[in-house]
């Protein structure tokens, strides 16, 4: 007997997730934020920590945790939340909610490569619908044909999109809702980057949106804490999908802890907002590169040879993300996070090299 004899097919073809090694390089390939929290700070949460019964099982429910993040983000007690191991295992929960036989997930392409994985492995059908070749925006009329033709119980648009870094304008996104038959999930990972309020406030007009957001690309990447946003009637049946205390004590802990110190992580986001444009505009200036606006902690740019411009920042020690051959639109294509200055500047070190500028 060997795995293939009883591993589903959609696993077998499937590779595991990647992840770079990246031990020695600086780490500007996976959107974290490079400021770790202040020594005080991390003091007291090391205190607060100690102080958790780590021989019982997480509180279920993690109430305390959610009431801080309600005040912490604003959120009306018209809806409820869902909480999950980072948003990845909320991407998992959805999918595996609405995997009826023959359903179908809609999303753009390129996007977060999740959404197609988790979707295939859920035995849903997923449909890719490319964004605009030039610009990477909303193809409103073949996205708005796709959901008449395919009727999705399931549409994920990440705004911020990762990894192209634009945002979808407002009224694009709010017409594909309300075309929807199923539930549209506003991915909102990057949504601290952008300076905009984001979709919550449409929670009132929509009982098939949900809102995923993520403490990840803020500055908390390692405690692995997402969030969903929801009408009530969704957040319950989802809620049945979701493993028991599938968010652990610590975090709970520490992420409840954190709520009431955000002003530390919103200073930490305006520094890369700043650096953000920085760079960009230094990008800008090398010829035959090609910038791509960004309202993400991320900047997405093009370059003649992607491949060769990738290993010699990783032979220099910087480690970006090479999205080349991950989807045609993305051709020549490379994601840089957004580091300290000190990092910024070795990038743009390397790439100034690499390019023979300066
Ligand atoms: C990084 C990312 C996530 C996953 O975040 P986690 O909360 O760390 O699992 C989800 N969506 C998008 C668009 C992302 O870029």
């Not at 909320?90 to 999303?107: E, F, G, S, Y």
Request: aromatic share 8%; with cysteine.
């Amino acid at each position: 007997m060997t795995p293939s004899q009883i591993v589903r097919s959609e696993i077998l073809k499937t590779p595991a997730y990647h992840v770079p090694d990246a031990a020695g390089l600086v780490k500007l390939d996976a959107m974290e934020n490079p400021y770790r929290l202040p020594p005080e700070l991390a003091n007291a949460l090391a205190y607060h920590l100690a102080r958790i019964g780590i021989n019982r099982y997480p509180s279920p429910s993690a109430d305390e945790l959610k009431t801080a993040l309600r005040q912490a983000f604003g959120v009306s007690q018209c809806f409820d939340l869902l909480l999950g191991n980072g948003s990845d295992e909320l991407i998992q929960i959805v999918a595996q909610t609405v995997a009826r036989p023959c359903a179908t997930v809609l999303a753009v392409e390129p996007s977060f490569t999740l959404y197609r994985t988790i979707s295939q492995l859920s035995n849903l059908r997923y449909i890719g619908i490319p964004l605009l070749a030039s610009s990477y925006e909303l193809d409103d009329a073949s996205f708005l044909s796709a959901i008449a033709e395919h009727q999705p119980a399931l549409v994920f648009l990440a705004s911020p999109n990762n990894p192209t870094g634009n945002m979808f304008p407002l009224a694009s996104v709010v017409r594909i809702i309300s075309a929807t038959p199923g539930l549209v999930v506003v991915d909102e990972a990057y949504l601290a980057y952008s300076g905009e309020a984001g979709l919550i406030d449409k929670l009132n007009s929509f009982d098939n949106l949900i809102i995923m957001r993520t403490l990840s690309k803020i500055g908390l990447a390692g405690l692995r804490l997402g969030y969903l946003i929801g009408h009530p009637c969704w957040i319950a049946e989802l809620n049945k999908t979701r493993l028991p205390y599938n968010v652990n004590s610590l975090t709970q802990a520490a992420a409840t802890f954190l709520c009431s110190h955000l002003t530390v992580l919103h200073r930490q986001t305006s520094l890369i907002i700043a650096e953000r444009h920085r760079v960009a505009c230094r990008l800008s200036s090398f010829s035959g590169v090609v910038v791509y606006p960004s309202k993400a902690n991320f900047i997405f740019f093009k370059v003649e040879n992607a491949r060769t411009c990738f290993e010699h920042l990783a032979a220099n020690g910087v480690l970006i993300k090479c999205l080349h051959s991950a989807h045609h639109l993305l051709e020549n294509g490379l994601r840089v996070t957004i580091g300290t200055p000190d990092e910024n500047n070795l990038f743009l070190d390397c790439l100034a090299s690499f390019l023979g500028q300066r």
